[in-house]
């Protein structure tokens, strides 16, 4: 007769520990770049939560924002509904990709409309992005924020625009210093790019040499890229985002 063997072994357990999920604001999430962060995202399996005037279905959580005609007011409605999607979690990048574009020299008719489009587009957001970053970001985390590379100079032809940028880049420098009110060990980047190969893009300068336009996917690598500390540029940096020929450079000014 066969015996029955008894292991007396415990059971082994293969399975690893769940490590936390990492998370991700996206301010202007439904736009053109935003949409591909999300995605982006989302397909390295983050949590994320898109921020903007509509709903992105792909993203974890939505904050839509009603407000546009009080600074003050946007600044509170979507910090207070990021509150309520995080409950007591902590974010470990912030991207700020919300924006647009308007022309306009000194004597156009609608400067000063244009220029507080921009303002809003632009300014707004990130300064909300920045302060929404130094009460939810983790230690060591990313913010980014949007420049352009047009707004290192003057930009006569569509003067809201450059001044809005321009503006982004003097907030970047500020929130790189020690007391900045960032958490410990943030790091804050600017990308500045040329242009972005967008649909409307596309649709308004369809004779366009496309090769020279960066697309949106290698930015939103970049920017997963950037999430591991040690593979960030320096804190502060303002980086060109230069395509020739279908090759992107990420280049510090």
């Not at 230690?139 to 001044?163: C, D, H, Q, R």
């Not at 009110?181 to 190969?197: H, Q, R």
Request: aromatic share 8%.
């Amino acid at each position: 007769k066969k015996g029955v063997i008894f292991s007396t072994c415990a059971p082994v357990h293969t399975e690893m520990a769940a490590t936390p999920q990492s998370r991700v604001l996206v301010y202007g999430g439904k736009g053109a770049l935003g949409a591909i962060i999300v995605s982006y995202f989302k397909s390295k399996n983050w949590w994320v939560v898109s921020a903007d005037l509509f709903v992105n279905e792909e993203a974890d959580a939505n904050v839509v924002i009603t407000t546009t005609n009080s600074w003050t007011q946007q600044g509170e409605e979507v910090g207070s509904k990021l509150a309520e999607r995080l409950q007591d979690n902590k974010l470990d990048a912030v991207f700020c990709v919300a924006g647009g574009w308007a022309g306009g020299n000194a004597s156009s008719k609608d400067l000063v409309k244009n220029c507080d489009l921009m303002w809003k587009q632009s300014v707004w957001t990130s300064v909300i992005s920045s302060q929404l970053a130094s009460l939810y970001l983790k230690e060591n985390g990313v913010l980014v924020l949007t420049g352009a590379k047009a707004a290192l100079e003057g930009t006569a032809g569509m003067i809201g625009y450059g001044m809005a940028k321009a503006s982004v880049h003097q907030l970047i420098g500020s929130l790189a210093q020690s007391d900045s009110g960032l958490p410990s060990g943030a790091t804050v980047l600017g990308i500045l790019p040329v242009t972005l190969d967008t649909p409307m893009n596309r649709k308004n300068m369809p004779s366009a040499d496309f090769s020279q336009w960066t697309p949106l996917e290698t930015v939103a690598s970049k920017l997963y890229e950037w999430t591991d500390k040690r593979s960030r540029p320096k804190n502060g940096s303002l980086l060109q985002v230069i395509t020739c020929n279908g090759e992107t450079e990420f280049k510090p000014i």
